[in-house]
Each structure stands twice: as C-alpha cells, then as structure tokens.
C-alpha cells in the first residue's frame, strides 16, 4: 500500500478535500452546485452523462452550475487558504469531489516580462507560464477535470485525438489513474511529442490524414468503443478545466482582471473558456466587473479563425490542408471557432494571423529575454501580443496577459526556423548554431584561444 | 442507393439503425431521402433556412462535403455519406 501511493499527490488531494469539507454547510451539500447539462444551441436540458451532443438540435452540450450555490462557500478567503492546483476552485468544476489521485496540476506562476515587454511595444506584461504542467502543457488542466469525471463514470479507457500537446497530458493523466490510454495523432507530429505519450505507457495511434481527418476518425471511434476521449464525449467537462487559467490569473494578480487577455486558438475551446472564467468571478463578486479585451493568435498557415475575424463574418470556412510549423494550433475545422471570433469582436479584440517565421523569433526572444522556453504556439501568442498593439487593440498603458501555453522541448525544430545557419539535424545540435561554440579540447589553453578568437 | 451511417445521437430517430440506405444523388438529395425515410430527423438536421444544420458536418467517403462541392456534391451507388457533429478541438 505505502509503496503504490504517491505521498505527494495523496497530501495535496486530502488537504484540498479537508478544506473543503470544512468550508461546506449541510445545507448547501442538500442541492447540488451541478445542475446538469444544457445545449449552448438551443438550451435543452439533460442530466450530467457521458454525452457531448443535443439530442434535439446536436448542438455542443455544456455542464449547468447553481452559481449561488457555488457561490456560498467560494470566496477570496475560503479559496487562499485551499491547497495548490486546480481543485482550489472546485465549486466552478464539474466533478463533485477533488478526485483521490491526480497530477498535481495548475498554479503555475504568473511572470512579469519586463525585458520582453518592450520588445513586443507593450508597457506592462504577464506571462501565465503553463510550460510548468506536469506533461508541459495547459491541456493538463482541461485532462485532469475530464479524466477526474471519466473515473465517476467508470470508462474503460482514456482516449484523445491531438495535435500533440494533449497526447502527453491525456498519457499522462491515464497513468496517475491507472487506465490505459489511445492517443490518435496526425502521423506526421512531431518526434517529440509522439515519445511523450509513448513514455507514460499510452498506445499511440498515428492516422495517415490532417487533425481534422484524426478528429473525424475518433468521433466514430468514440461512439463505437464507448472509450472516454477527453476531447470529445468527454469535451463539456473537459472544455471548463480552461477556465482555472482565468481563475489564477484573477487570483495571482489580487482579484482582478487584466485590460487584455491574449491566448493561442485552435480549436477556441480554451480561448473562450477563460473568458468564461472571468464572467464567473464577476458574477460572484470576486472581482470587479471590468471590460477586458480578448486577442487569439492563430498560425498564418492555419488560421480559419483569424480569417473569418478579418471578413466580419462568423461562418468559419474550414482549412483542408493545414500548412504550418505550428502543429499545436493546426486545426482547420474549429469546433468553437464561431464563439472565438463573436468572442474578440465583442470584447475589442482580434484574432490575429501569425507567419511561422514570426513565431520562431518570438520563441527566441522570449525563451534569451525572460528564461521562458515555449513550443510553438507560444510564440504565435506572443507574436500576437505584438500585432495587437500595431493594430491598435493594445493601448498605452494596458495590462495584458499572455498565456504560454506549452513547453518549448516539445517543438525543438521550430525555434531556429529563419536563423542564417545552424539548424538541428537529426536530434544532435549542429555545428555553427548561433551561440553554440566549436568542440574543443578539454584544456584551458584550448578554452583561451576559442575565447581570444571569439570576443 | 448510397448508405448513410448514423451517429448514436440520432439513432433514436431511426428506430436503432446504424445505416440507412438511400437512393443516390447529390448529398442535399440525399440527406431529403433519409428525413423523408425518417421525418423525426428533421429537426435535428435540417436548419430553419432549410440548409444542413451548422452543427452537422457531412463526410463523403471520409472527405467533408464543404471541401468537395459541399451540399451539391454527386453521391454514387455505394458512396458511404457519414453524419458527424461539429466537434473539433485539441
């Protein structure tokens, strides 16, 4: 028993559920927080299952909250003295409990990018470092929350369909829980990434086809095995894992929201989700009720969303040949792509269209300016922080905030995408990257004449 | 005929069936063969301007109908029309 339970996750889990027990009154334990489903189309309403589709219109379903219930017992006080993580903000999760085991995911820090900031013409800069995740991603706050549901519901296996990020995470969080993982994947990803999951034990599937050819395929997968896909039966409780970013940034920043908010789109999911976030803590009065500005950031060679912003329209034209270095964000059929567009337009916003090569020197320049080392589309944020304020949507004076979705050692190829010379070639460093020095012998006297030749 | 396969959501609708077989023809003259076959349907797929609902993606032959010639797109004998929710997110 002792040595199969992981001490540092069972610590955090029962502290988390010590506190909230003590914060909970029995009155409120009498109606529940989770009031069910509801289709964001039409609005029919359905007791909380394994289900992802109205069945009136097949519209998306989402999960219903009580908010004054959630409200009784989550407030600035009760949430400073809950435990690190996600789950010290339960009430506005769909899961009933903080589940027994789980990775330790969320509070990840919040940055002051001083020295990137002037780069990208901002005056003040937060960066929301997720690289800190357990598999180096956001996406581990979305998979925790379903899995967390997934487990009540008692699936038989854990399953996704990735652009690579959720891959690890969907792999990882099956380990911690103990079920197996199907991870389908373009079959073209990146080395890296594919690994990731292969490490944590998940069976790794690779499609001939495009992400939207491997989201297909699992749609009919998902409704043949009654396997649990994160990202698609079990998408309503998996799309509000996003909205702790919202919560944290409210929290790190003393219970308040920034004047901008600029977040990677693939699919829109998260990019909306975290706007939701901060409605909520409106609404309950945990922070005051300001406007903030929402700018997404796509990949120029992938970029229905940013597109469609530009047109004025919110009819997405999808993307049959995604062609970027950004697989992260390579989705060419957005699920929420219509509410991220609605999304910026109203808030004051923009979706903003970012060429790969733009992405890899916001890579660079964030990684040699701040320590902060992101894949892909990371840079794309960033390169959107840039194009936002050019483009008027960042102002003088604003705060804004850039979510760093993902680490940078899943994408290593991407950062030295327009360098002059250097590259990395088959996994080993190159000679003549810049800042890579030649091979020389182990002795001080070769170290002082490299450095002679070099200052 | 070509044959339409059916998601579960729908399937309440097509009294369990996970295929309908439906003459031929272009895939909007198909998709009126099958709510013709299966009225309950219509509601579910048909949206008020009488265009496929926003929250159908039509695949012939695995391939999104909006990528061919979207709702005039020929279906032939033994083309396989698959009815999917929108539903596409990393």
Known sequence: MTLETPIRQRTNAAAAAATFTDATDATDA????????????????????IAYVCPACFGPLEVTY????????FTRAAIERRAPGIWRYLELLPVDAAPARSLAVGSTPLIAADRLAPVLGVDRLWLKDDTRNPSLSFKDRAVAVATAQAVAFGVSAL???????????????????????????????EPAKVDHALAYGATVVPVAGTYDDVNRL???????????????????????????????????????????????????????????????LAALGLIERRPIRYVGGQAQGCSPVATAFERGTDEIEPIREPNTIVRSLAIGNPADGRYAVELARDSGGSIEAIPDAVTAEAIRDVARLEGIYPETAGGVTLAAVAAARRRGVIRDGDEVVA????????????????????????????????????????????????????? | MSTVRIPPTL??????????????????????????????????????DGDLNRFVNAFL???????????????ADGDTLVLLPAMAGG
């Open chain 1, 30 to 49: 009498e109606r529940p927080r989770i009031t069910g489903m509801a289709c964001r189309s039409c609005g029919h309403a359905q007791p909380l299952a």
């Open chain 1, 66 to 73: 009580d908010l004054a219930i959630a409200g009784s017992t």
């Open chain 1, 159 to 189: 399953a996704c369909a990735s652009t690579g990020n959720l891959a690890g995470a969907t792999a990882a969080a099956a380990a911690a829980v103990g079920l197996p993982a199907y991870v389908f994947i373009p079959a073209d990803l």
């Open chain 2, 61 to 75: 032959n695995d391939t999104d109908v909006r990528h061919l010639q979207d709702l005039d797109t020929p279906v």
């Open chain 2, 11 to 48: 399937r309440a609708s097509t009294g369990g069936a996970k295929t309908v077989d439906v003459p031929a023809g272009s895939v909007r003259e198909v998709i009126r063969g099958l709510v013709t076959a299966h009225p309950s349907l219509h509601s579910q797929l048909i949206a008020p």
């Open chain 1, 218 to 280: 699992c749609l009919e997968v998902a409704d043949e095995t009654g396997w649990g896909f994160v990202n698609i039966n079990l998408r309503p409780f998996y799309a509000e894992g996003s909205k702790t970013l919202a919560y944290e940034i409210a929290e790190q920043l003393g219970w308040r929201s920034p004047d901008v908010l600029v977040a990677p789109v693939a699919s829109g999911a998260m990019f909306t989700r975290v706007a939701r976030g901060f409605e909520e």
């Open chain 1, 403 to 455: 979510l760093i979705t993902g680490n940078g050692l899943k994408t290593p190829a991407a950062r030295t995408l327009g360098l002059a010379e250097g590259s990395l070639e088959g996994g080993r460093v190159a000679p003549g990257q810049p800042g890579l020095a030649p091979i020389i012998r182990p002795s001080l006297s070769a170290f002082e004449a490299w450095l002679g030749d070099a200052s």
